[in-house]
T-cell receptor, first 115, second 112 residues
Framework: NAGVMQNPRHLVRRRGQEARLRCSPM?????VYWYRQLPEEGLKFMVYLQKENIIDESGMPKERFSAEFPKEGPSILRIQQVVRGDSAAYFCASSDSGGQGIEAFFGQGTRLTVV | DQQVKQNSPSLSVQEGRISILNCDYTNSMFDYFLWYKKYPAEGPTFLIS???IKDKNEDGRFTVFLNKSAKHLSLHIVPSQPGDSAVYFC???????????WGAGTKLIIKP
């Protein structure tokens, strides 16, 4: 049973380009959370999705960021027109119940570097 | 506004001794607290949790203590082992909300 898979592991983008981060949840999990970790900081909640629905996007910046979790395929976090301040580690977690803690499993993260 | 604070960026402990990691919070609505462990280049892994109706929860070498009046919790690891070297994050959430608020982490180094 594969764990939560995130790809790419490392992504380098020039300012103004688009970044697409993918998260494949564990088999049977229909709840996905995205977090961002800036250097020397803890993880910050961004968005909570279930299949085809955004449940809570209160942690998402108002512009340039969007997320989806289609019926088929991975969840995608999309950042348009990236800026240097978007450089961070982006983690996703999945669960089968919507709970966190022991119920949620994290991927290895995508490290985005904007040059 | 840091609602969850881990004031020690790093901690060094001798193998076999007790490691104590501390976490303070400001929001009295938090009632579920979790500790995660994170190795470099990996995602966080859930370690142990405690709800506000308890003041202690134990799982093997790991014990979490909660002092609600002081808004403080701590993670005790005893005895400490080399594989415990990692960054430890404290996180909290209110009962009504699944969102976790995370501390900045404490890097634990276990010396042989």
């Amino acid at each position: 049973n594969a764990g939560v898979m995130q790809n790419p592991r490392h992504l380098v983008r020039r300012r103004g380009q688009e970044a697409r981060l993918r998260c494949s949840p564990m088999k049977g999990h229909s709840h996905v959370y995205w977090y961002r970790q800036l250097p020397e900081e803890g993880l910050k909640f961004m968005v909570y999705l279930q299949k085809e629905n955004i449940i809570d996007e209160s942690g998402m910046p108002k512009e340039r960021f969007s997320a989806e979790f289609p019926k088929e395929g991975p969840s995608i976090l999309r950042i348009q027109q990236v800026v240097r301040g978007d450089s961070a580690a982006y983690f996703c977690a999945s669960s089968d119940s919507g709970g966190q803690g022991i119920e949620a499993f994290f991927g290895q993260g995508t490290r985005l570097t904007v040059v | 506004d840091q609602q969850v604070k881990q004031n020690s960026p790093s901690l060094s402990v001798q193998e076999g001794r007790i490691s104590i990691l501390n976490c303070d919070y400001t929001n009295s609505m938090f009632d579920y607290f979790l500790w995660y462990k994170k190795y470099p280049a990996e995602g966080p892994t859930f370690l142990i949790s405690i709800s506000s109706i308890k003041d202690k929860n134990e799982d093997g070498r790991f014990t979490v203590f909660l002092n609600k009046s002081a808004k403080h919790l701590s993670l005790h690891i005893v005895p400490s082992q080399p594989g415990d070297s990692a960054v430890y994050f404290c996180a909290a959430s209110p009962a009504s909300n699944y969102q976790l608020i995370w501390g900045a982490g404490t890097k634990l180094i276990i010396k042989p």
